[in-house]
């Protein structure tokens, strides 16, 4: 008969395993006795008594600790870790939950790696008692006050409040929106579908991150579907609508581009910043010149970016990545020479 510390010690060591993915009950046991040593459930007689250890152990996880699965899966005859239900192994100090909530802000979809730091911040809080997870949220929403007083744009409380909605509900929004690159003055009127707001600390502004589903104007109806990053401040308050049509739970495919550049040495020489997802130093010329590839969903910053470099980047490809080059330096020199 096990005492309760070598149950307890078992149990944990089925959560670590269960938390890398689906196990069937034979490999569980052996990653426990890789643990714990082989008389975890080797000491028992007969396979019998052992299976029925290990299914006391499972039985505890789930009556006792309270954690929601592991469940069996009888057509696949694997154990799979739902959740931890009641059960909050993890807590943090102020703040490491301060730093989980910048976290969280930092990296919004654009940013390098997003949709990877996501998954393990949710991870992470998913670990957390809930007095802990409503703390995150609470410190992301003075993060977020904090940010917009950086924002030089005046964005109304009815922009806001509208996408929050539109965001908690997966429903299409409809607002007007001015751009500057819009010489007649006249807004235009985008249905998207709302995915994220984010604050981008570069260019000092808060901005929706949306899948545009088309563009009414003075010139027509623009029905091309396409990502679209909305500048808060440009949101007309007047007329913005929650609609009620709903969108899917999956968004839309992202663009991916392929960027081929290399930098100077000057600049690359003590370390390469990850400015995109998928980097990889390719190789290094003789005159010590990095090349990079990398892989971006947002060419139109990618480039601006890359431009910062000055004459110590040279973009070489995929193709999109140097047209969009290519009309950047062309323009520049165009006003340069005037």
Known sequence: MSTAQERLHRCLSLLRRLQRGPADRETLMDCVEIDLGWAAYGAADTDKAQQRIFEGDIKFLRETLQVDLPSYDRNLAVYELGGFGEFAPLCLTDEELDTLAFLSEAFQPGAPNSESVQRFLNRVQSLLPESQRSAVALRRHRLQMDLRRRDEDEIDPRVEEAIKRAISGHRLLRFAYR?????????????????????????????????????????????????????LGRILADGIQVLPDKFASVPPKRPRYRLQYRLAPEIARLGVTRHFEDMQVVDVNADGWIHISATTDDLFRACRLLLGYGPNCCVEGGPEARREMERLVEGMAVVYRA
């Open 179 to 231: 751009s500057p690159s819009q010489d007649d003055g006249t807004p235009r009127v985008h249905t998207v579908e709302p995915w994220n707001r984010f604050f981008d600390a570069a260019r000092g502004h808060f901005y929706l991150d949306a899948y545009r589903r088309k563009v009414e104007g003075p010139y027509g109806t623009w029905e091309q579907g396409q990502w679209q990053k909305y500048r």
